[in-house]
């Protein structure tokens, strides 16, 4: 199994591409804790790695909150054992698909707390325990947005503040055996797409069928299934990466490199 041994932190791991990767690492022999706002969504993540026979807790906890966080990294060393990888997932779009000059400072304040400040703190938190592990692997969750103009203001600058931060963490960990790696998403079928589709169309905006709209952001014509990301995911977690770090990987279907992509009405 190829995470044999490894305790694994994954935020954000109630849905979408957290639940799909906390499903996987389990499968592959690690340990997870399975980190979300809602707990009993991510004991259901947990409920299912059980039952396949894996070893899982689930946290309830805000990342953008210094307590929390704090309790995510004790509990997890006091019930798995001392991380050796931090999958930095949760994260938010909430001014959902606003131009910027519409978005509030509320607005921009949760998405940089908790896309960009969540990842931090964990990394402070973590990075001590992983370096008492005798190293680790952080991934932090980018976006094709944080590379081009591919969706909106705040949440672009929040992704591509983590990616500049992941490659900073990268020079200053390596000397304790901790890659840091970022993992850009192109568009992919989750919760958080479904509840932006449904939120323009409530506002009147005509959206094409799925395998239309699809041909706008992957050059492969489908959008992309939460497993898709997790498999990089796993790949980077995985002493099969172990001389790779400070780099970021697109899992976009091409996103990246058309010509033209939707951003926003
Ligand atoms: N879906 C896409 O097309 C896409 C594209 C590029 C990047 N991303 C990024 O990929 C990551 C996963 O996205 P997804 O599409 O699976 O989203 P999702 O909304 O389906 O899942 C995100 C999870 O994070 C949790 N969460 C939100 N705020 C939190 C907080 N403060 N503390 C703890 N948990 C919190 C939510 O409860 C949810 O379970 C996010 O960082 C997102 O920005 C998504």
Redesign the pocket.
């Known amino acids: 199994m190829r995470l044999e041994g490894k305790v694994a932190i994954i ?9 799909a990767a906390a499903l996987l690492f389990a499968a592959e022999g690690a340990k997870v804790a399975v ?4 707990e009993e ?2 004991q259901r993540t947990v409920d299912e790695i059980v039952a396949a026979g894996g070893e899982a807790i689930a946290i309830g ?5 210094a307590d ?1 966080v704090a309790r995510i990294a004790d509990r997890t060393k006091d019930e798995l054992g001392l991380p050796t990888v931090l999958y ?6 909430l001014e959902n698909k606003f131009p910027m000059l519409k978005v509030t400072e509320d607005v921009f304040d949760k998405v940089i ?3 960009l400040k ?1 990842p931090w703190l964990l990394m402070k938190a973590v990075a001590p325990l992983m370096s008492e592990a005798g190293g680790g692997s952080i991934i932090n ?5 944080a590379l081009r103009s591919a ?1 909106t203001a705040v ?1 672009c600058a929040s ?1 591509g503040g983590l990616l500049a931060m992941s490659r900073v963490a990268a020079t200053e960990l390596g000397q304790y055996g901790i890659r840091v790696n970022g993992l ?10 479904y ?1 932006q589709a449904e939120e323009l169309r409530s506002r009147g905006v005509e959206l094409p069928p799925e395998s239309e709209s699809s041909k706008q952001f992957s050059v492969l014509g489908r ?2 299934q ?1 497993e898709d ?1 997790a498999h990089m995911a796993l790949f980077l977690a995985s002493d099969e990466s172990s001389y790779i770090t400070g780099a970021d990987f697109n899992v976009d279907g091409g996103m990246n490199i058309m010509t033209a992509v939707a951003t926003h009405d």
Do not use: H
């Open positions: 935020t954000g791991a109630a849905g979408g591409m957290g639940k980190v979300d706002l809602r969504t991510a906890a805000d990342v953008s909150n929390d930095n997932n949760a994260g938010v779009d707390a908790v896309n969540g969750t980018g976006s094709i947005g969706s949440y992704k850009n998403p192109g568009a992919t079928m989750t919760p958080m797409a509840q959008f992309g939460p990301i």
